[in-house]
């Protein structure tokens, strides 16, 4: 069995990966990154997927959704600090998928152990359809990233005008507008 986690927490992962190579035929992958993890979803081909909700750049959401339109197979297991009703209220959806609070305790392991291998390729298609989406994800993402950094150009922007013209300047670039 294989399973991917994907946690910021360095410590934290590093303890989780050890106590999940549990028996020998599983495979155990950390990440403390959840845009390489998301990439290497086609590589790894996990069974299962442990991913943490509060992390910086792919947060926990973001990871459940790309799971779920490309290894739809996968499971997933939610990790967060916050509770899952607090989870739902701050992405405002409901959260369908098997979820613990950290720090884990032993019911966590259990039911990680408790899992079965799953079978990724038979009703996903081939791999050449699991590459094309792999790509089409790959500059889904590459879009998102120019779309906040324009944002960040702008952000940047934005301020050195209000610095340099002050606040009312916005609003004569508007009425020059009408």
Not at 158 to 172: C, H, I, L, P, R
Request: contains cysteine; hydrophobic residues 35%; glycine residues 6%.
């Amino acid at each position: 069995m294989k399973i991917m986690c994907v946690e910021d927490e360095e410590s934290f992962l590093e303890n989780l990966v050890d106590e999940l190579s549990f028996e020998s035929g599983t495979e155990t992958f950390g990440f403390s990154d959840g845009f390489k993890a998301s990439q290497a979803l086609i590589d790894i081909l996990p069974d299962v997927v442990i991913t943490d909700m509060n992390m910086p750049g792919v947060h926990g959401m973001m990871m459940l959704f790309t799971v779920q339109q490309v290894l739809p197979q996968a499971q997933v297991v939610v990790l967060s600090g916050n509770s899952q009703e607090q989870s739902e209220q701050d992405y405002g959806m409901q959260i369908n998928v098997p979820y613990f609070r950290k720090p884990v305790n032993d019911s966590f392991f259990e039911y990680v152990r408790s899992l079965k291998p799953v079978e990724h390729l038979k009703s996903t298609g081939s791999i050449e359809e699991l590459e094309s989406i792999s790509k089409e994800y790959e500059t889904w993402q590459r879009g998102c990233y120019e779309i906040a950094k324009c944002s960040l150009d702008f952000y940047d922007f934005s301020g050195d005008f209000v610095k340099k013209y002050g606040a009312k300047a916005y609003d004569n670039i508007d009425a020059a507008r009408v």
